[in-house]
């Protein structure tokens, strides 16, 4: 006997049942502007993220996170593995440039281009729909028994969950190893690439776990996005929200002295997390629109203004005026642009090449009778996908400093690497304490320059001099 539904309250999760069995939704269909536009807009973005692996810039992928060749392709930009630290300020970009929409905008994040939402909504749920049926059809089906026609509908569904979760999953690897080497993979044997088999088996698998069974629990139990939603918004923040001076009193189609709302419950039916919008904002809510389109439809229908529900501050939803510029806006927007600055004049220190000089282990210097030693390998990579040859010249050392090693040019292949010893050395005579220098590497045409500061360390001058044969 099917269990009765659930009825959304504020003080609790509205998927979790007061046993603490899952409710599980199944949100009704709706049309309307932001749902076209929000389904357009996902899309987009899934047809972007299916496309890249594919689209080639400067002859790699356009994103191609070479993590065996050291190697990070982004839209044309080559970096290599030391450019690493490059992916803080994309990492802190993205957590400011999302505070700063926060403020503004509420969980628009969320509800429009979050992958969660993205491919739940956009491609596990139109599945759903197209195999059972819309969501009254849906509920009979987990209310009927186990039939034939029960086990095809819920087993092909399954079928179809799979599918797309491999494929997802495939192109997610794609990004890691190329799409021509994904293939190539797959016309081979598990055992021959059992570290890809696995990670796309154990992938697959969270993923359709994901979108088969715990969907919006993700957002509402893992996300902590929507917990920190009260920390980043403030009563001028635009959100989802209904306007309780219009509504209330909640009534019948014809009753004399009620509000517009008609109390249909449509906001309800289409809502994927399950909440009752007019209870007010709640951590469930991923601004998906869906009660705005819902909400229009019947004031439409019963002949009423629309924007019972809408995008509107608390602020304006009490009839105030919405406040755009404000300390936490202002201070997102400077920290946003302070933090765009610094990453644009970091990448364009980004060199088509790049080189590290580190002292051979052992003994800091070596002092010979002649001499004070100091030794040093440089390892020099090219990011370029052509040959390149490159010189090293010394910058700011005594006239007397001696050079042995990487002398001449060297030649480097696409993406190549290689590590040459350097040897430098100051007569004992003229040693006169520590000092520092530029190793400078330069490409052959003179394009750009590399520059590392060296030490280079030895003995105490005075007590080098006393023991001078």
Known sequence: MPKPSQRPSIDTVTTIRDDGSRFFLHPADVKGFFTRHRRWTGLLLIAIYLSLPWIKIGGHPAVFLDIGGRRFHLMGLVLAFQDAWLLFFAITGLGFSLFFITSLLGRLWCGWACPQTVFLEHVYRRIERWIEGDAVKRRK??????????????????????????????????????????????????????????????????????????????????????????????????????????????????????????????????????????QGLQLECIGCAACIDACDDIMTKVKRPTGLIRYDSLVGLEGGKTRWMRPRTIMYSILLLVGMSVATFAISTVRPASFG????????????????????????????DTNQSFTLELRDGPASLERTGFTETIELSALGEKVVPLVLQVPRSNYDGRFHLLVVLRDEAGSYTVEREVEFVGPDPKLLREDTP
């Open 141 to 278: 089906l987990d209310a009927a028994p186990w039939d034939v026609a029960k086990i095809a509908k819920r087993g092909g569904k399954q079928v179809a969950f799979v599918i797309v979760s491999a494929v997802i999953s495939h192109l997610f690897l794609a990004y890691y190893v190329s799409i021509p080497e994904l293939w190539d993979m797959m016309g081979h044997a598990p055992a021959e690439h059992w570290g890809a088999f696995v990670f796309v088996f154990l992938f697959t698998g969270a993923i359709y776990f994901n979108f088969a069974w715990f969907r919006e629990q993700l957002c509402i139990v893992i996300c902590p996005y929507g917990r920190l939603q009260s920390a980043l918004t403030d009563d001028n923040t635009m959100v989802i929200g209904y306007d309780a001076d219009r509504g209330e009193p909640r009534g019948k189609v014809g009753t004399p002295d009620v509000g517009s709302c008609i109390d249909c419950n449509r906001c309800v039916q289409v809502c994927p997390t399950g909440i009752d919008i007019r």
């Open 357 to 384: 000089v580190t002292r051979i282990p052992g003994a800091p210097y070596i002092v010979s009778d002649t001499a004070v030693r100091n030794q040093f390998l440089v390892r020099v990579v090219n990011k370029r």
